[in-house]
């Protein structure tokens, strides 16, 4: 939990260490998540790894409440289930209207549990300038809440949204296209393919959406007292685009998205973060 954070946020305590990739050459890796794990035990403590813990826990349960209780809300009417060419727009429909009604469940539960995330976020970047600011759950609702007001609660939110949004509607779709168009009916394991495909396009998609998770982290810490939320681990960006922007620019939109194998980017120019 941690450690994945750190990452993406750049905090980098540990020095580069000289490797060789597939052809030979000789390149520069970044500690992999056990070295930087070892390295929190190390400075913290083993309950240095679950920093933020509480927080992500109180979120991740409201938002399975808050899925339940607008799924009971708002029922999905049931629909004949489609799989033959001959019944295209039969069956698009219903990929639409069940991704519609998931995407609704998806973006309330996720507008319910962002202030706790935000919280877990801010507890676990507090690794980095050592501070204690935000200590615990309920003194930390207290100070965002007057440090920021109620919009504090919810910073880095529209990217998350944004990200679950895409997410759902390229799975879904891509999903439903490959197996009405590549999975041959008559294919003795066409069933069987046809179960995982969604498993295996989450995958895809998930990395191609993973900048929202990673500019939505980061929003959540930025600008709110805590030294990795300053210069110079950051701007104090203007808003989400601000900080896609700089990301980009700097080559860095899909920072921690790699847990083991991390190369160590090239020296650095100036790039503006206007």
């Known amino acids: 939990l941690l450690t994945g954070f750190l990452l993406q946020v750049g905090h980098e305590p540990l020095p580069p260490t000289v490797g060789r990739n597939i052809l030979g050459r000789k390149v520069l ?58 019944d295209v727009k039969t069956s698009l429909r219903k990929v639409v209207k ?19 995330h935000v919280i877990s976020m801010r507890c676990m970047v507090q690794f980095v300038g050592r ?27 529209v990217p998350h949204i944004l990200g679950d949004v895409i997410f759902l509607w390229c799975c879904n779709l891509l999903a439903h296209f490959i197996n009405t168009y590549a999975v041959d009916d008559n294919f003795s394991q066409a069933s069987v393919i046809r179960s995982y495909t969604k ?8 990395m191609l959406t993973y900048p929202f998770l990673l500019v939505g982290d980061l929003m959540a810490v930025n600008n709110c007292g805590l030294r990795a939320g300053l210069p110079p681990y950051a701007p104090a960006f203007t808003s989400w685009i601000h900080c896609w922007r700089y990301l980009s620019a700097q ?24």
């Open 29 to 86: 890796y970044l500690p992999g998540f056990f070295t930087y794990a070892r390295h929190i035990v190390k400075v913290d403590g083993k309950r240095g790894l679950f920093r933020g813990l509480t927080p992500r826990l109180i979120s991740s349960t409201l938002s399975t409440i808050t899925r339940g209780s607008v799924k009971k809300a708002f029922p999905l009417e049931d629909m004949e289930h489609v799989s033959n060419k001959d």
């Open 98 to 116: 069940e991704t519609s009604h998931e995407m609704m469940m998806q973006c309330v539960s996720r507008v319910v549990s962002h202030p706790l």
């Open 131 to 157: 501070e204690v600011k935000y200590s615990g759950v309920f003194s930390a609702i207290g100070r965002i809440f007057k440090e920021e007001g109620i919009l504090g609660f919810f910073v880095g939110l």
């Open 199 to 206: 498993f295996v396009m989450g995958i895809a998609v998930s």
């Open 251 to 274: 080559g860095q939109l899909f920072r921690g998205s790699s847990l083991l194998f991390r190369r160590a980017p090239m020296p650095a120019t100036c790039f503006p973060i206007d």
